[in-house]
């Protein structure tokens, strides 16, 4: 459905020419959550902009629902453009107007006629979880307020996809995840294509399917949420997951532990889907003559199934180790060793 191929945008400047992004090849499935995670200056903006038609590619095409977006012009990239909807991370509604007004906007710009604007904007009010808001105005409102009633004004025209510019980024975690459960909500009942851009890996875990990583203009890694957090390749998309799996103090606390454990030895386990729900830990003890404390863990959930972290300290004989280990691997667990031999 959204096509990108050998992509390259070039800015000129007086000063200078600058990359913002090279070598994209991408393609995203109808009804996907699509997540572009990277650093600031990675070229997120730069992608997302050229995937509603607001920038031209400098070489390379651009298919986003159906639309050659890098060949049409004029009326028929208008036209295109009302199938590619955006949120914003501020929002960008009109202040003047009323949540009901705001929604309205895009339908009036469509010369949709005003009985069937009223009952199209009662309905995404609905969608949205915005009843008895729709006379107020975006001051009154909370962030999370102000962020539905951008994605029911995205969703007015009935686009094919969504395009998310760190729509969560100005708010609170709470708010950001009942937002996020908005998104998937609207994905799965209206099958919308949903293309998000975050330097948050919350965001990714917890509503994506894919994820592809970015890097200084280029997409250094992608696919499967759950595989990418199983085994992330480059050394940035280690440092995203990180941020997800290993609050920030874990690593001071695991070495910590492993002076404290001078004997025996610290193990990280990773468990994804089905992993996370067997007694493994139970089938070691009773399976081994070694000692196994529990040090610190975590389970989260994505779109395709749990992903967790457990930190064990296991004693014993070395061979008793060694072969618990290589039992837990078996079991489809990664285990890393953390020092201490
Ligand atoms: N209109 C522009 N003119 C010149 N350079 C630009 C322009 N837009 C972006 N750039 C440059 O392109 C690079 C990528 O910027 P981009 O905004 O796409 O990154 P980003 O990942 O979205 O970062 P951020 O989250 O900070 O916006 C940066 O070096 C930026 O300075």
């Known amino acids: 459905m959204i096509t990108l191929s050998k992509v390259k945008k070039v800015y000129e400047t007086k000063a200078n020419k600058v990359t913002a992004v090279k070598d994209i090849d991408l393609q995203i499935n109808d009804g996907e959550i699509f997540g572009i995670i990277g650093y600031s200056g990675a070229g997120k903006s730069t992608l997302i902009r050229l995937l509603n038609g607001l920038e031209l590619p400098s070489q390379g095409s651009i298919t986003v629902a159906g639309h050659n977006i890098t060949q049409i012009k004029g009326k028929a990239l208008r036209d295109a453009r009302k199938e590619i909807s955006m949120i914003f991370q501020h929002f960008n509604l009109l202040w003047s107007r009323t949540v009901k007004e705001n929604i309205a906007f895009p339908l009036e710009i469509n010369k949709v006629p005003k009985s069937e604007r009223t009952k199209r904007v009662d309905e995404l009010i609905k969608l949205v979880g915005l009843e008895g808001r729709g006379d ?86 992608q696919g499967e949420v759950l595989e990418v957090f199983r ?66 863990g975590k389970i989260s959930q994505t779109q395709s199934g749990a992903y967790g972290t457990l930190f064990i300290h296991l004693n014993g004989s070395n061979d008793e180790i060694e072969k618990a280990i290589h039992y837990i691997r078996e079991q489809e667990v990664e285990a890393e060793v953390m020092g201490n031999d």
């Open 136 to 221: 107020a105005y975006p001051s009154e409102l909370s962030g999370g307020q102000k962020q539905r009633v951008g994605i029911a004004r995205a969703l007015a025209n009935n686009p094919k996809v969504l395009l998310c510019d760190e729509a969560t980024s100005a708010l609170d975690p709470q708010t950001t995840d009942s937002i996020l459960d908005l998104l998937v909500d609207i994905n799965e009942r209206l099958g919308l294509t949903i293309v998000l851009i975050t330097h948050e890996m919350h965001v990714i875990r917890k509503i994506c399917h894919r994820v592809a990583v970015m890097e200084e203009g280029q997409i250094v890694e």
């Open 231 to 296: 085994k992330p390749q480059a050394t940035i998309t280690r440092r995203f997951v990180q941020q997800v799996t290993e609050p920030e103090e874990t690593r001071e606390t695991i070495e910590h532990l492993i002076e404290q454990y001078p004997s025996g030895k610290v193990i990280q386990l990773t468990f994804v889907g089905k992993s996370t729900e067997t007694p493994l830990i139970t089938d070691v003890i009773r399976s081994f003559n070694i000692n196994v404390t529990i040090l610190q």
